[in-house]
Nanobody
Framework: QVQLEESGGGLVQAGGSLRLSCVGS????????MAWFRQAPGKEREFVTG????????SYADSVKGRFTISRDNAKNTLYLQMNSLKPEDTAVYYC??????????????????WGQGTQVTVSS
């Protein structure tokens, strides 16, 4: 089992930056495939970025490529999302997610078993 908790959201002006953190627990955390998703009110949850431990792969949605970076600190069991050059359309609740190890990055939310409760990111115009 994996337990996840996000933090770091807030209000920022367009062009600003935020770093989100996701602290995980559970003995399988270090080998899990991990991802960040986001969901705006009335919209479906969408893939932002993800990586796999065993595949050594990362993937980014086209909308965030070049602006967002996923990283992790193994010693702290923490996943990060560095968000730069934020735009109003980035406004959403951001979730971290985990699933059993895969070689390829999986972008479908329904295929992730474990979720944090989300952290709100609001980008003002």
């Amino acid at each position: 089992q994996v337990q996840l908790e996000e933090s770091g959201g807030g209000l920022v002006q367009a062009g600003g930056s935020l770093r989100l953190s996701c602290v995980g627990s559970g003995r399988s955390f270090s080998s899990s495939a991990m991802a960040w998703f986001r969901q705006a009110p009335g919209k479906e949850r969408e893939f932002v970025t993800g990586f796999t431990w065993i595949g050594g792969r990362t993937s980014y949605a086209d909308s965030v490529k070049g602006r967002f970076t996923i990283s992790r600190d193994n010693a702290k069991n923490t996943l990060y999302l560095q968000m730069n050059s934020l735009k109003p359309e980035d406004t959403a609740v951001y979730y971290c997610a985990a699933r059993h190890p895969t070689v390829a990055v999986i972008t479908e939310a329904r295929q992730y078993e474990y979720w944090g409760q989300g952290t709100q990111v609001t980008v003002s115009s």
